[in-house]
C-alpha cells in the first residue's frame, strides 16, 4: 500500500512564509507585480524569487477599474489562481481590507491565508486620494490582521502596511516625511513587517526614511524614476511595480492590434514568446 508523503497545504504554507521573510530581511526583495496566472508564471519563468499581485492589474483582468472595486471574494480567487499557478511565495494586495473595521480586515486576511498566500499589503488610505484612517484606527486594522493570521494558522504571514501620505499627498510637503515615520512606528508595534511608501521617489528623503523607520521600506519603482541599484544604495528593502508590468502588457497589446487593423502589419508581433513557451508554463 503506498504512502502519501506529499505536505499538507499548512506546511507548505509555512514553507513558503518562512522562505518569504528571509528573503525580505536577508536581501533586497525585488517583486515584479502579476495580475493573472499566466503572469504569475511568466514571471516565476525568468527567476523571481517571489510573486505581489497588483490590485490594479487583477482588476483590469476581470474587467473593473482600481480601487477595491471588486468584491472581497473576486479578489481571493484571482490570488487562489495566482497560487496555484506558482510554486513562489505569493503576497497579496488586499487594498483597503475590503471593509473600514478591523473585523472586516479579519475576515480578508483569513480568505487570503485559506488561498495559500503568505503575504498581504494592507492600505492606510479611506479611499482612492484619501483621507487617511488616523494612525489609531489603521493601528487597530494592522493588529487585527496580525491576529488573525495566527487565528488562521499562519503567524509567519508578512504584513507590508501601505501608507499613502505621499502617493495622494496627503498634508503639508514638508510634514509627510514626519508623518509617514510617525506611522511607521505606530505599525510596527500593531505587528507590521514592513511599510510601503508609494509616490515617494526622492532619494534624499528614502535615505533619511529608511535610516530612520523600525521597518524595512518598500518603494515602488516607476519608468523613469530611480533604478532599483539606485534604490538598494539608499537603503531600500523592497521594490515593486504596482501596475507597471500590466501597463507594459496592455500597451503591446494596444500596438499590435492597431498595426493590424491600421497597416495590416504583424511587426509588433516580434520577438513574442512561443506558443510552446507559454503553453508548457502550465503543463502540471
Known amino acids: 500500500m503506498s504512502v502519501d508523503i506529499s505536505p499538507s497545504p499548512d506546511a507548505v504554507a509555512k514553507r513558503k512564509a518562512r522562505l518569504f ?152 510637503s514638508e510634514d509627510r516625511l ?9 505599525y510596527a508595534k500593531a505587528g507590521a513587517d514592513g511599510i510601503f511608501v508609494p509616490g515617494l521617489l526622492d532619494l534624499d528623503m528614502l535615505k533619511t526614511l529608511c535610516a530612520e523607520s523600525p521597518l524595512p521600506v518598500n518603494a515602488m519603482a516607476v519608468a523613469g524614476g530611480p533604478s532599483v541599484i539606485e534604490l538598494t544604495q539608499v537603503g531600500v528593502r523592497r521594490i515593486s511595480l504596482g501596475t507597471g508590468l500590466a501597463q507594459a502588457a496592455y500597451t503591446a497589446a494596444r500596438r499590435a492590434a492597431a498595426e493590424l487593423l491600421g497597416t495590416g502589419g504583424l511587426t509588433a508581433l516580434d520577438g513574442s514568446l512561443d506558443f510552446s513557451e507559454l503553453d508548457v508554463l502550465f503543463r502540471h
Do not use: C, H, K
Open 178 to 186: 514626519g508623518e509617514v515615520l510617525a506611522r511607521a512606528a505606530a
Open 21 to 172: 521573510r528571509s528573503l525580505s530581511t536577508d536581501s533586497v526583495l525585488v517583486l515584479p507585480n502579476a495580475w493573472d496566472a499566466a503572469s504569475a508564471a511568466v514571471i516565476a519563468a525568468v527567476g523571481a524569487t517571489a510573486i505581489a499581485t497588483t490590485s490594479g492589474g487583477v482588476s483590469w483582468s476581470l474587467g473593473r477599474g482600481d480601487g477595491q472595486r471588486l468584491s472581497r471574494g473576486e479578489m481571493v480567487e484571482a490570488a487562489r489562481r495566482i497560487v496555484d499557478s506558482v510554486d513562489l511565495p505569493v503576497t497579496v494586495d488586499v487594498e483597503r481590507g475590503y471593509g473600514p473595521t478591523p473585523a472586516d480586515v479579519a475576515t480578508t486576511v483569513r480568505a487570503v491565508v485559506e488561498a495559500g498566500a503568505v503575504g498581504v499589503n494592507l492600505e492606510d488610505s479611506t479611499a482612492v486620494g484619501g483621507p487617511l484612517f488616523d494612525v489609531a484606527e489603521q493601528s487597530a486594522r494592522l493588529r487585527a490582521a496580525r491576529d488573525e493570521a495566527a487565528a488562521a494558522g499562519l503567524p509567519e504571514l508578512f504584513i507590508n502596511a501601505r501608507t499613502d501620505v505621499f502617493l495622494f499627498a496627503i498634508g503639508a
